[in-house]
């Protein structure tokens, strides 16, 4: 190729499946080439690129999609190109799932997009981001997500302009050291999945994580199964979504969470299925938004002390298996709740086996909400008021003993 007045590659060998290998001659004249997304986009039987340092890529601004599930590709070698114009790097090794080695020493300083870069590279086992560059960068979004890395060393990156991390280093079963240590997170707004299902994670400081701006922390630190202790002290003024951001933590015992809850809507599955999980306080809560609390502690059946006595529970419409097969626990004082607006109640309680107290003196609902479910509680003491004492007596065995204020 030698046409100087081409500013474009883009999707130049888009989805060539015969292309194996490709070799870049001193001639491959791209002098003013500005655009070269998804220039290999799919091309799965591509393993071997030679001399790609001969392209010239001094004016090139989106690298985008640039290998774009090759899946055949092993190895690359960037280390010769000139990226000081390149804004965006966006899915640049996407789905490259046999890439096992890559030299990727290159001028970032300009990129602000780099989203999905490394994502899906699950042969990949290690990387070397020491002169990346990120001062611009505001999406991180996916970066990592379900690569092969053993080890991965970020405290170099510059995230002050960050606004997505989403996803970022989730999914990556190999990983047990991330170092984060000098993240800036004052301007991300979405959070969701960050850090989750890093299943042999063993460490996770986030004790200086600013998240002011963020809006959405869903599935956060979800399972990382491998995690047995951590701190999360946040100014969360602003987010309105948590759901899942505990869930399914199986080692975890020392759970520390202070959080400004106040705009959340959406607790759904919260701490559900953290199983060594003995004691959570939650008395710093304020829940006085909280539209749905579906299976919040659901399945952490180690759970023996739960302080929830600061829960304000008036906008809440969905109660369904908030406690269930929360084995371990044996009284629940929920006289602070009120059940004003909610509809419905489903087998809120059910196989909490060794319940023995129970307080919804403060609950109300209709005579054909009968789907609170309690009668599959074993002999317990229950305290409940007079709108609800039809309801409850229909479904209360011999044993217990109601008490009604």
Not at 121 to 144: A, G, P, W, Y
Not at 256 to 279: E, I, Q
Request: with cysteine; net charge negative.
């Amino acid at each position: 190729m030698n046409s100087p007045s081409t500013n474009s590659l883009s999707y130049l060998f888009n989805k060539t499946k015969q292309l194996v290998s490709i070799s870049f001659s001193s001639s491959f004249n791209t002098e003013n080439v500005i655009d070269m997304r998804g220039m290999f986009y799919g091309c799965s039987s591509l393993s071997s690129v030679e001399n790609l340092s001969n392209i010239n890529t001094k004016n090139v601004i989106d690298m985008s999609q640039l290998f774009y599930d090759c899946s055949s590709l092993t190895s690359i070698d960037f280390s010769g190109l000139n990226t000081e114009n390149v804004k965006n790097m966006s899915n640049l090794l996407f789905f490259c799932s046999k890439l096992n080695s890559v030299n990727i020493n290159i001028n970032t300083k300009n990129v602000i997009y780099m989203n999905k870069m490394f994502g899906h590279c699950s042969s990949l086992r290690s990387i070397d981001l020491s002169k990346f560059d990120t001062q611009n960068v505001i999406d991180m979004s996916e970066m990592f997500m379900s690569s092969g890395f053993y080890k991965l060393n970020v405290s170099n990156f510059n995230t002050k302009n960050v606004e997505r991390t989403v996803f970022m280093f989730s999914d990556n079963p190999n990983l047990e050291e991330l170092d984060i240590s000098n993240f800036d997170t004052s301007n991300v707004i979405d959070m969701g999945s960050m850090f989750s299902y890093c299943l042999k994670l063993t460490s996770l400081d986030v004790s200086h994580f600013n998240t002011e701006k963020a809006e959405r922390m869903s599935y956060m630190f979800s399972g990382l199964r491998a995690l047995t202790s951590l701190n999360v002290n946040f100014n969360s003024k602003n987010v309105e979504l948590m759901d899942n951001m505990f869930s399914n933590l199986d080692s975890m015992k020392n759970l520390t969470v202070k959080l400004d809850t106040h705009n959340v809507k959406n607790m759904f599955f919260m701490f559900g299925l953290s199983k060594s999980l003995k004691s959570l306080n939650l008395s710093s809560f304020d829940t006085r938004n909280v539209i749905v609390m579906t299976s919040m502690f659901a399945y952490s059946d180690s759970l023996e002390d739960l302080d929830i006595s600061s829960f304000n529970t008036t906008n809440v419409k969905n109660f369904d298996n908030m406690f269930s097969d929360c084995r371990s626990i044996k009284v629940l004082d929920l006289s602070n709740f009120d059940t004003t607006n909610a509809v419905s109640y489903s087998s809120m309680f059910t196989r909490c086996e060794n319940l023995n107290r129970l307080d919804i003196s403060n609950f109300h609902f209709s005579e054909n909400q009968k789907f609170l479910n309690i009668y599959t509680l074993k002999p317990l003491v229950i305290i409940i008021n007079k709108d609800i004492e039809k309801c409850v007596k229909e479904q209360a065995k011999s044993d217990w003993m109601v008490i009604v204020k």
